[in-house]
């Protein structure tokens, strides 16, 4: 299991199983990940170091250090990293599915918005 390059930083997955996927993901200084949902999977997110924005369903969750939010299934949801250190968080997925089929973004800076895609992307 090796790192994944992605435009917003990198994720290692570290651990799956067929009910869930444990990576870790480093989102780069300005960056953020794609405004997405997921039919078959929640999401728990624990920051390791630096700050960030987790935005749930329009409403915004500042994170720092030490500080988690959960992403039920279908839930609009996006981790942006502020500050000039990297965000780095654990993700936890439990669910059904963790293809990239089950990915379905709605807004992206990269311009992916609307077709699925590299996991987590």
């Given at each position: 299991m090796g790192i994944e390059r992605r435009p917003w930083g990198h994720f290692e997955v570290l651990?799956?199983?067929?009910?869930?996927?444990?990576?870790r993901l480093t989102?780069?200084?300005g960056r953020r990940l794609s405004y997405q949902r997921h039919r078959h999977?929640?999401?728990?997110?624990f920051v390791v170091s630096g700050r960030g924005v987790a935005v749930i369903d329009g409403a915004p969750h500042p994170l720092g250090?030490?500080?988690a939010v959960d992403v039920p299934a279908g839930a609009a949801h996006r981790i942006g990293?502020?500050?000039s250190s990297p965000l780095v968080?654990?993700?936890v997925q439990h669910g059904t599915s963790f293809d990239?089929?089950?990915?379905?973004?709605?807004?992206d800076d990269f311009g992916r918005a609307g077709r699925p895609g590299e996991p987590l992307s």
């Open positions: 651990a799956e199983a067929p009910t869930h996927k444990l990576k989102v780069d200084p999977r929640s999401e728990h997110w250090p030490g500080e990293c502020l500050g968080f654990i993700e990239e089929d089950d990915i379905e973004r709605l807004e």
